[in-house]
């Protein structure tokens, strides 16, 4: 348990408990963690779903996907962990035998229920999960990861706010009117609510990728916006935490410790920038040339045209010829019946 607060505003203190409700006298603990994130995975799923039909990908794929990206999200999210842990912390045991080193570390590894997820590692596995159902099922990556996109920050907005229940993923200390208070066994502090800086700005990206989403220009475009925002937004809200994860000790040129996280979010802004820029100036340039293809179509066709046109009017104009012919032959042979009936009279005059 612990106390938060707002004192630029006159909120609280208010007391804050991890555990929402216990089962079985107390023997399986239901913290407001597990129960936020489960929220958001069920919110970012039904999401998903709706863009999947406008997609016309089927629903049956995407809960098979759904259900993979669940179980090796977690898997991805620990292991970054393990691999990147907090300063001070090692999952490594060596003071035993050699079974027992192993066991206990592999213990160290899968033990979720103490702690230790980074959203980062749970990324990566999904991406990779994405791509092999892609493959698999015949579906297009980029139509695939679209649909995924703004579920991504969906579910990422709510998450957040388990950190904030678990007194977690706070930054720096700060006099900012905004700024929260913490009162736990250690201390009072008062600090930036980094929680609510990423909740706000993913919950934000949410909203724009949900309005354009049916205006995008090409497939795999929504996915290129969400690695711009979500990258720009956490690279620079992980400069401001304390407890971000260290790359292995090693330091930039200033001596600071390079956060593992801010650095592959800086890499994912960037990437998202070039790919958004590469496929957006290819489909601007087979827009110009369909464009084009119209236009040599219709001239094609106004051609055509003119040349049947030119033929009809050839063809009316024989008909024309002909008919004159015809009527002036039909005159010439009045002409001689009339000439014939006139020496017919005289021929019968002289014989009177």
């Not at 590692?121 to 995924?148: N, Q």
């Not at 502090?189 to 995008?216: C, D, R």
Request: proline share 3%; net charge negative; aromatic share 14%.
């Amino acid at each position: 348990m612990f106390e938060v607060s707002f004192p630029g505003f006159g909120l609280g203190p208010i007391e804050i408990h991890k555990v929402a409700f216990q089962l079985f006298d107390g023997k399986i603990q239901v913290t407001w963690y597990g129960i936020l994130i489960a929220v958001g995975m069920i919110l970012a799923f039904l999401y998903a779903l709706s863009r999947a039909k406008f997609e016309g990908i089927k629903s049956d794929d995407m809960v098979d996907l759904a259900l993979f990206i669940l179980i090796f999200s977690i898997v991805g999210a620990r292991l970054y962990y393990v691999i990147f842990p907090p300063k001070g912390v090692t999952y490594l045991v060596t003071d035993g035998g050699f079974w027992h080193n192993v066991g206990q570390t592999l213990l160290n590894v899968v033990s979720v229920w103490e702690g230790g997820l980074a959203i980062f590692g749970g990324l990566i596995a999904g991406f990779i999960v994405t791509f092999l159902v892609a493959r698999h099922k015949k579906i297009r990556l980029p139509v695939l990861l679209d649909t995924l996109a703004p579920s991504l920050l969906l579910a990422q907005s709510v998450g957040r706010w388990g950190n904030f229940m678990n007194g977690e993923a706070y930054g720096y200390e700060t006099d900012v009117i905004w700024r929260m208070g913490l009162k736990t066994t250690s201390g009072y502090i008062e600090v930036h609510p980094t929680f609510l800086y990423e909740s706000l700005w993913n919950i934000i990206g949410f909203a724009i990728l949900a309005i354009f989403y049916k205006k995008k220009k090409f497939n795999g475009q929504i996915f290129y916006f969400y690695m711009i925002w979500y990258g720009l937004g956490r690279a620079f809200i992980e400069g401001m935490r304390t407890d971000s994860l260290p790359l292995w000790g090693l330091t930039d040129f200033s001596g600071n410790p390079i956060r593992v996280s801010q650095a592959l979010a800086a890499l994912i802004f960037i990437a998202g920038v070039a790919l958004m820029v590469y496929f957006w100036v290819k489909a601007s340039k087979a827009k110009k040339a369909m464009a084009a293809a119209e236009v040599a179509t219709d001239a094609d066709a106004s051609a055509a045209d003119g040349n049947e046109c030119a033929a009809e009017a050839c063809a009316a104009e024989a008909e024309d010829v002909n008919s004159d012919d015809s009527e002036e032959s039909g005159s010439e042979s009045d002409s001689d019946s009339e000439d014939g009936e006139t020496d017919s009279k005289e021929s019968d005059n002289g014989d009177k």
